[in-house]
């Protein structure tokens, strides 16, 4: 069996996890971290390399504030929580996105478990956090724009816009995993997902597991990736 090198997850249906029970919305959030604790350690266990979740888009600050500010105390409780698990499962912390417009005290939260995690060498857990795939190819092109201001740029090729972006220092997903049914990117790693292996599976969220996460490996290994080749 081929083990995705990248693994990306769009984690959707806490909402309706916690409607279905009559719960409000954030015990669904609650649930769905319990659900990247699974997923991150059978990512350990499978040696998956890197593991990148949407936590948080650029679009989700709509939402009513109580549930956004819910969110990012939550962040910040499962940081503190999860520490002491990536450093015992050997899991580097990442985080993509405008990551300096979160609240102060996620940011010292998230900075400081990356410091800690930094040389880690099983799977890279890669948080994306006020993150939106349009946003960052913007601060791609704002980058490549203050290069020419400054004389130091040359050829404009993928390669140099790729090396612009959040996810730089990382391979593009092999395989994205969509839970809760809907058939959609919601601006998630646009440009990275242009020759991934797309999985939709109707369970929500909070409900996604080891199993399923193994299941949606054992569907990648029967794709054929011809990346427009024969
Ligand atoms: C995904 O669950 C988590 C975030 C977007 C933060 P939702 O909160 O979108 O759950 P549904 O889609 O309303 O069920
Ligand atoms: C995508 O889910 C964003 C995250 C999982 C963080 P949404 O629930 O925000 O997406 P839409 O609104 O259904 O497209
Ligand atoms: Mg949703």
């Known amino acids: 069996m081929t083990v995705p090198r990248h693994i990306a997850i769009i984690m959707d249906g806490n909402g309706r996890w916690a409607r279905e029970r009559g719960l409000p919305r954030i015990k669904g959030h609650e649930q769905g ?4 604790r699974a997923v991150t350690e059978a990512c350990v266990e499978l040696g998956v390399e890197f593991l990148t979740v949407y936590a948080f888009s650029t679009e989700n600050w709509k939402r009513p504030a109580d549930e956004v500010a819910a969110l990012f105390v939550l962040l910040e409780h499962f940081i503190a929580q999860e520490l002491p698990v990536l450093m015992k499962n050997n899991v580097r912390l990442a985080a993509i996105g405008r990551i300096h417009e979160l609240p102060e005290s996620c940011q010292r939260a998230l900075a400081d478990a990356i410091a800690q995690t930094a040389a880690n060498t099983a799977t890279t857990l890669i948080l994306a956090l006020n993150y939106s795939g349009r946003t960052e190819i913007i601060d791609a092109v704002r980058a490549l724009c203050a290069d020419a201001a400054a004389g130091t740029l040359g050829e404009i090729d993928a390669d140099t816009l790729s090396a612009r972006l959040y996810t730089a220092a990382y391979p593009d997903p092999d395989l994205l995993i969509r839970t ?13 997902l242009s020759y991934t292996e797309i999985h939709v599976t109707e369970k929500l969220w909070p409900d996604f597991g080891k199993a399923d996460l193994r299941a949606a490996i054992a569907e990648f290994n029967k794709r054929q990736r011809r990346y427009g080749g024969l």
């Open 33 to 36: 971290a319990e659900s990247v």
């Open 180 to 192: 809760s049914g809907e058939m959609r990117l919601s601006n998630f790693l646009l440009w990275q």
